[in-house]
Each structure stands twice: as structure tokens, then as C-alpha cells.
């Protein structure tokens, strides 16, 4: 079980949290519990380490900041022993929780679980901070915001769990996001694969490096709510799962799971490119070093020959860096003009339904052609097709498309 | 260097700490500095513990207010690295601080310094949070509130430190407590055994604990402000040396150092106890099995042969509890009455010059009895005579000794 920063945020909703650790307990499950700081704590630390050294050391800025998870696993413990609930708190170093490579965003290598199998056999509820672990010379590492559900993945697959329920404050995966479309459904279940194209595309529900790792080690998570009434049950939310699961089970398919948006895209225009092996090269690789991530490319030919456009998206927030690089570059890269523009969204349907179906694309370019919507860009996958629109047309865009592909509810969700 | 919660209390005090820090440095020092929580953050975690769990387990409650010193060594070390001092924390159980007996209020058994002296040889300042160490069985523990001061004490120790600055609000150990006396002065020196009877007596500076380890450990320990200008040195504070220290560098002697008070105290009177052997044990020994303090004791003669009257103090706070044990043990100890009274201070006179002085409890007593103060009790020291009286007059006696014994300074403090 791993509940997040809001279902922490004070002893009272911590007392929500222990009961329903307390009622997979009574249910006749060995539990692990794995829990983020106070809402607003890993910010407060996070400030105090900016205003301590605004070029600060990530050693120690895993030391100050991994405490505001130490504090709510000892909290959690007590407040599953008040209950009557045998329970204790395992930090990052004590099991340990094995991490490599840089402070301040390290990779989980290893989680030692003789001791952490042994207490759950015995009946007590292991509570882990999530977010930190230990570096190989014996210093405190963190794992990167939102590093906790990552940390909940990992101990599930320590120690060969059922499942991983990752408690948060929504009840679930939806088709779309229900602020936009109220018809929006909750999704029963989804795959490993569409979770990941959703969550990067928009849909803010698990951080998602868990839900790579989720895949790569086979964990079957759960998203559902933390928020339930007194002595109810949580309703069941989403099931992240394999291909094959779903198949073994026979569950019913759509041909699309839904629809997701990213608004914090922003294009960028290379004109008369020359169109020679490598030139495209000279555009990317400094992006790259600069961990700049690039998404969507489309290279238009040129209206002179030997020339070509390069059109591409980055994170909003890297464009300024973006562009200083380019124009540093060029003279390498040896384009006529330099053009950006923010005002762009990228919609996406995702589903894993379109492997054995066609025609998914052209549903999509049709839906959005009947209400004017243009078309900037186009990428595509085994199981997604995204395109990138103006800005202000992405909700209605998302409400078209998930009409187009009968995902909305019977009633408003 | 130690430094408390008021001079950690946000990036801006700590700023005024880690150039200190330099400063000692600069002028060619390796140092550890033993850091306290934030000032409040102690107090908040211990009320999210109470909260949590009102009998709180205290494994746990160790892993969650020991979180407060980490943030602070850690917000140090990055300091400290701003201003270009190399600094690196080293937690409880990265060093590790070995302890023993119980949760909440362990004992430091051994500190590791292979590596902290090897850091601080390298010219790396040690920043190591005060209060924290690890159990055997490898969890948390703390040392009891203000054991900060005990850290660094140990930890001065353990390195062989020239000497432990204890950085605090006020500038030194004074003759007595300046809002009372405002000709009270700043001491240069005094001994271990000094200090022990002013701390455990009213003057609150130094944790009496830590004055006890730095006295079996032979630490010379000095008490300055950690309020300083910018720039400026601090200013020297009080050393607490050895006897002999003071012996041998020949400084001059006062008869009297200090005068101390204590208002939480609470007394209590059995009669008509029969005066056989055992009896006085039947009394006492009930109270130390719950852990009350009991101090200063007299027996009078009563006025029935073969019958006794007890007084003694205890802590205001034990005076309820007390009370119970005693009237539970009414029959066994064979008392008439049980009265008790609160309105009652201790005033004591403390100085290693009395070990050679004979008349300073008579000066005492004459100075008391010309400004009509009752005395109704008396215990000594060698170092010490404590009168017990009326609580209203603690002012005027503290102020009426300190001029007896000639400590009042020049100027007005």
C-alpha cells in the first residue's frame, strides 16, 4: 500500500490511512506501507535548502529532504499501534534500500527483505518511507520527486507482492481527464503500456518511472482513492496490468482507453535545413546533451531542392534554453530561419485496442477536421497517435475525440 | 562548536553560524560542530507523536524527532559550503553514535571516529546533528530533550577536542540570574562541580547532564553567545574547567562563585513518625521507585519521645504523585499527619572557596535573618549551602547574598 503527500497531511488523515492499512490487516494480509512526507513538507525543505545554498549539494540535500518521510513513517507506525495493530518503521539505510548513481534522482538497485519478510510474517506492518534510500559509501539518497511511488513499486517487487495499491486522491485512471469531459469513465483496468503513454501525455495520476518499473517487474498496481468515509471499504479504482493478464482473463477490449492532452509542448521551426546525411543530427545531439527532451518531428521538404523544414516540440519550460542552443548551432546546422511558437497542445488517443485495428487514425483526423480543428503534427506509435494542435482548441478536441471513440458514460461521471 | 535551536531557528541564523564556523576554521581549527533542531521544530514533532498515538511507542517517536536535527546538519553542511568551507553531515547512525538503555533517553556508549577524524583532517567541517545516535539493535535513538548538549560534549570527547564551545542565547554563566540582579557578572570560570550545583539549581544554561560527562571526561567546555555583529569575533564566554585547570593557572579565587535559586520546589512534612530504624527508609524508599527527587531532608526531634518529624522537598511537579505514594503508605510508615506546602523556594550559595572557608553559611544566615527572611531548612555541600524559604522573598534573598558575598559587579550589567 503507498499513500501520498495529501493522505499524509496531518495526524487526522493519517489516522484514515492506518484504517485502511488495519482493514487489509484484518483481511489476513502481510502488508507493507509505503508513504510520501506531508503535503507541502518536501517543498518547506526543499526552500530552505535554496535559500541555504542555491548551488546545493545533492548529498545533503537528500539529508534534509528525506526526513520529511522519515517523520511520517514513525507517525504511521504509532498510529497503527494506537489501533491495536503491530507496526514499525524501516528507513531507506536500515533495510537497506540499495540505490546508484547521482543524489537528488538515484536508482533503486536493490531492497534487502530477510528482516522486512521476517516482521511481516510475524504480523507487523512494515512501514517505508518512500523517496529515499542509500547510496553504496553509506549516504542518504533521494530519488526524485515523486520518487515515492517508485519506491512502492520496488518493495512490491521485493518481496514478490499480490499487489501494489497506490492510494492517492483520485479514484482512479479515467478516459480523459473529468475536469474537461464530465462524461468521463473511470477505466477498470488499463495496460502497463497505455498507463505510460497516458501518464506522460497528461494523465497526472503515477509518476511515471513506477510504472515503467511496474512493467519490467511485472507488479500488478492499483490506483485507487485514499479518501473514503469512516469504516467503508475504498472502492475498487484501476488496475494496471500486462497485455497478457488482460487477455487471460478475457476482459473486454476497447479499441481505445483514452483520450490524453499535454499542454506544455511548445514547437519549434527550422527553415531550409540542408537536406544531406547527418544534417538532422547536428539539430538533435546538442538538445540532447543538454537533457532536453524532444517529442514530436516531422521534416516537410523543402520548397527549394536540397533544402527541407525540421519541425519539433520540447517542454515549454526548456524552449528558451532550446532556442540559445540553436542559435549558438547555427552555422553547423546551416538553416535559413529560427521560428517558435508556444501556443500548442498535443492531443492523444491511446489504446491498445489499435494494434489489430485500422482505421483508428482516420477516425481521429476526421473527428477533428469536422470542427476545424488544423492539424500541426502528427506522431504515432504501436498504440497511441498523437497530434499537435492550437492551444486553445485541446478541450474541445479531447471532448470530440472521446465522443468519436464511445467512451462517454452513460451518465455524467 | 554546539549551537541550539534559537541559533539554527532558519537559513538566515545558520548563515550567522556557519561564520563562526570560518572564523574558527580560518584561524587554523579542525572542528565538528553538534547542531540542535530549529527552535519550536522539536516541540512540533513530539506533538504530531503525542497525536499520533497518546502512549506513544518510543522506537518510534525516536525516528521521528530525530528527524529535526538531521534537517539542520544538513542545512548547515550546504552553508557552510556556500561560503566555501567544506562541510559534510554525518547522521547518528552514520558515524555511528553508539547507544544503549532506552528509547527517548539513551545513553551514548561510544561514537566512531575513524572516519570523522579522517573528514576532518582532510579539512572537511564535521556537521553532526546533536541528540541522535543508534541503538544495537541499528534503530534510532535520542538522547532526551536538551541531549544536544550532551552530543556535543561526547563527541568532544571522543576526538580529543582542545575544547567544546557550547554557542547559546545568553553570553555565559553569570554570578546569578541578571534579571534579578542587575549587577550581576559574567563568570570567567568555573568548575565542573560549580556549574553542576548552579545548573541543577536554576541556572539554565548548560544541560546538567553534559556538565557531569565533560567532568568524567576531563572536556573543557566553554558557554558563549552565538549573538554576534557580523564580522566580529564572538565575544569570550564562561569556561568550565577542572579544579585543578584552575589551580594550576593560578586564577584568582572567589569565596562564593554564584548564587542559584529553584522555585519548583514543593514541600512536604510527615509527623509523629516513630523514630526507630528503618523508618526514615519506609518514607523514601517508595518515592525513589517512582523516580522522585527528593532533596533537601530534615528531621526534627518531636514532642513525644521515641517520635519524629520528616520534612524533605520534591519537585513541584512530583508533589501530587507523591502525596498519593505517601498516603498509600500511611500505614507502614506510621505517620500522624501529611502536610505539604508549595509556596517554597531553595536558595543556594555555591563555590569550590568554601571547601577552605569556614563562616560562609554563617554570613548566610546573618544576611538572610537582618532583612527578616525565615530559613526553614538548611542542607550543604561542600561546595554549596541551600536554604529553603518562603517563595516570596527569593528575590530580595538572591539579591541580598549577592551583595553579602561581594559579587556585585561595578556597573550594571
Same mark, same amino acid.
Given at each position: 500500500?503507498?499513500?501520498?503527500?495529501?493522505?499524509?497531511?496531518?495526524?487526522?488523515?493519517?489516522?484514515?490511512?492506518?484504517?485502511?492499512?488495519?482493514?487489509?490487516?484484518?483481511?489476513?494480509?502481510?502488508?507493507?506501507?509505503?508513504?510520501?512526507?506531508?503535503?507541502?513538507?518536501?517543498?518547506?525543505?526543499?526552500?530552505?535548502?535554496?535559500?541555504?545554498?542555491?548551488?546545493?549539494?545533492?548529498?545533503?540535500?537528500?539529508?534534509?529532504?528525506?526526513?520529511?518521510?522519515?517523520?511520517?513513517?514513525?507517525?504511521?507506525?504509532?498510529?497503527?499501534?494506537?489501533?491495536?495493530?503491530?507496526?514499525?518503521?524501516?528507513?531507506?539505510?536500515?533495510?537497506?534500500?540499495r540505490?546508484?548513481e547521482?543524489?537528488?534522482?538515484?536508482?533503486?538497485?536493490?531492497?534487502?527483505?530477510?528482516?522486512?519478510?521476517?516482521?511481516?510474517?510475524?504480523?507487523?506492518?512494515?512501514?517505508?518511507?518512500?523517496?529515499?534510500?542509500m547510496?553504496?559509501?553509506?549516504?542518504?539518497?533521494?530519488?526524485?520527486?515523486?520518487?515515492?511511488?517508485?519506491?512502492?513499486?520496488?518493495?512490491?517487487?521485493?518481496?514478490?507482492?499480490?499487489?501494489?495499491?497506490?492510494?492517492?486522491?483520485?479514484?482512479?485512471?479515467?478516459?480523459?481527464?473529468?475536469?474537461?469531459?464530465?462524461?468521463?469513465?473511470?477505466?477498470?483496468?488499463?495496460?502497463?503500456?497505455?498507463?505510460? #503513454?497516458?501518464?506522460?501525455?497528461?494523465?497526472?495520476?503515477?509518476?511515471?518511472?513506477?510504472?515503467?518499473?511496474?512493467?519490467?517487474?511485472?507488479?500488478?498496481?492499483?490506483?485507487?482513492?485514499?479518501?473514503?468515509?469512516p469504516?467503508?471499504?475504498?472502492?475498487?479504482?484501476?488496475?494496471i496490468?500486462?497485455?497478457?493478464?488482460?487477455?487471460?482473463?478475457?476482459?473486454?477490449?476497447?479499441?481505445?482507453?483514452?483520450?490524453?492532452?499535454?499542454?506544455?509542448?511548445?514547437?519549434?521551426?527550422?527553415?531550409r535545413?540542408?537536406?544531406?546525411?547527418?544534417?538532422?543530427a547536428?539539430i538533435?545531439?546538442?538538445?540532447?546533451?543538454?537533457?532536453?527532451?524532444?517529442?514530436?518531428?516531422?521534416?516537410?521538404?523543402?520548397?527549394?531542392?536540397?533544402?527541407?523544414?525540421?519541425?519539433?516540440?520540447?517542454?515549454r519550460?526548456?524552449?528558451?534554453?532550446?532556442? #540559445?542552443?540553436?542559435?549558438?548551432?547555427?552555422?553547423?546546422?546551416?538553416?535559413?530561419?529560427?521560428?517558435?511558437?508556444?501556443?500548442?497542445?498535443?492531443?492523444?488517443?491511446?489504446?491498445?485496442?489499435?494494434?489489430?485495428?485500422?482505421?483508428v487514425?482516420?477516425?481521429?483526423? #476526421?473527428?477533428?477536421?469536422?470542427?476545424?480543428?488544423?492539424?500541426?503534427?502528427?506522431?504515432?506509435?504501436?498504440?497511441?497517435?498523437?497530434?499537435?494542435?492550437?492551444?486553445?482548441?485541446?478541450?474541445?478536441?479531447?471532448?470530440?475525440?472521446?465522443?468519436?471513440?464511445?467512451?462517454?458514460?452513460?451518465?455524467?461521471?
Amino acid at each position: 500500500m503507498k499513500f501520498g503527500g495529501t493522505s499524509m497531511a496531518g495526524t487526522e488523515r493519517i489516522r484514515t490511512v492506518a484504517a485502511l492499512v488495519k482493514r487489509e490487516v484484518e483481511a489476513g494480509n502481510e502488508v507493507a506501507v509505503v508513504v510520501s512526507a506531508m503535503a507541502g513538507e518536501t517543498d518547506r525543505l526543499v526552500q530552505f535548502c535554496r535559500e541555504a545554498n542555491p548551488l546545493y549539494d545533492e548529498a545533503e540535500y537528500d539529508v534534509v529532504v528525506a526526513s520529511g518521510e522519515q517523520v511520517t513513517s514513525g507517525l504511521l507506525a504509532l498510529t497503527l499501534q494506537a489501533m491495536g495493530v503491530p507496526a514499525r518503521s524501516w528507513l531507506g539505510w536500515q533495510l537497506p534500500i540499495r540505490t546508484i548513481e547521482t543524489h537528488a534522482k538515484a536508482r533503486i538497485t536493490e531492497i534487502e527483505t530477510d528482516a522486512l519478510i521476517a516482521a511481516m510474517k510475524s504480523g507487523q506492518v512494515a512501514v517505508i518511507p518512500g523517496f529515499q534510500g542509500m547510496m553504496e559509501d553509506g549516504r542518504v539518497s533521494t530519488l526524485g520527486r515523486g520518487g515515492s511511488d517508485t519506491s512502492a513499486v520496488a518493495v512490491a517487487a521485493a518481496v514478490k507482492a499480490d499487489r501494489c495499491d497506490i492510494y492517492t486522491d483520485v479514484d482512479g485512471v479515467y478516459t480523459t481527464d473529468p475536469r474537461i469531459v464530465s462524461r468521463a469513465r473511470k477505466l477498470d483496468y488499463v495496460t502497463y503500456e497505455e498507463m505510460l #503513454e497516458l501518464a506522460s501525455v497528461g494523465a497526472k495520476v503515477l509518476q511515471t518511472r513506477s510504472v515503467g518499473l511496474a512493467m519490467k517487474m511485472g507488479v500488478r498496481v492499483q490506483v485507487l482513492s485514499s479518501f473514503v468515509e469512516p469504516g467503508q471499504a475504498p472502492k475498487a479504482g484501476t488496475l494496471i496490468v500486462s497485455d497478457e493478464e488482460i487477455e487471460e482473463l478475457k476482459m473486454e477490449r476497447q479499441l481505445i482507453t483514452g483520450i490524453a492532452y499535454d499542454k506544455n509542448e511548445a514547437k519549434i521551426i527550422l527553415t531550409r535545413v540542408p537536406d544531406r546525411p547527418g544534417a538532422v543530427a547536428t539539430i538533435f545531439k546538442p538538445l540532447a546533451d543538454a537533457a532536453i527532451n524532444v517529442d514530436m518531428i516531422i521534416q516537410n521538404v523543402g520548397r527549394e531542392k536540397g533544402e527541407t523544414d525540421v519541425t519539433f516540440t520540447v517542454p515549454r519550460a526548456d524552449l528558451a534554453r532550446s532556442l #540559445e542552443i540553436l542559435e549558438g548551432g547555427k552555422d553547423s546546422i546551416g538553416y535559413n530561419r529560427l521560428l517558435h511558437e508556444s501556443g500548442v497542445a498535443k492531443v492523444s488517443v491511446v489504446g491498445v485496442g489499435m494494434k489489430s485495428h485500422a482505421g483508428v487514425a482516420a477516425t481521429m483526423f #476526421e473527428a477533428l477536421a469536422a470542427r476545424g480543428i488544423n492539424i500541426q503534427a502528427i506522431s504515432t506509435s504501436e498504440i497511441k497517435v498523437s497530434v499537435l494542435i492550437e492551444e486553445d482548441y485541446t478541450e474541445l478536441a479531447v471532448r470530440v475525440l472521446h465522443t468519436a471513440y464511445g467512451l462517454d458514460a452513460e451518465e455524467a461521471a
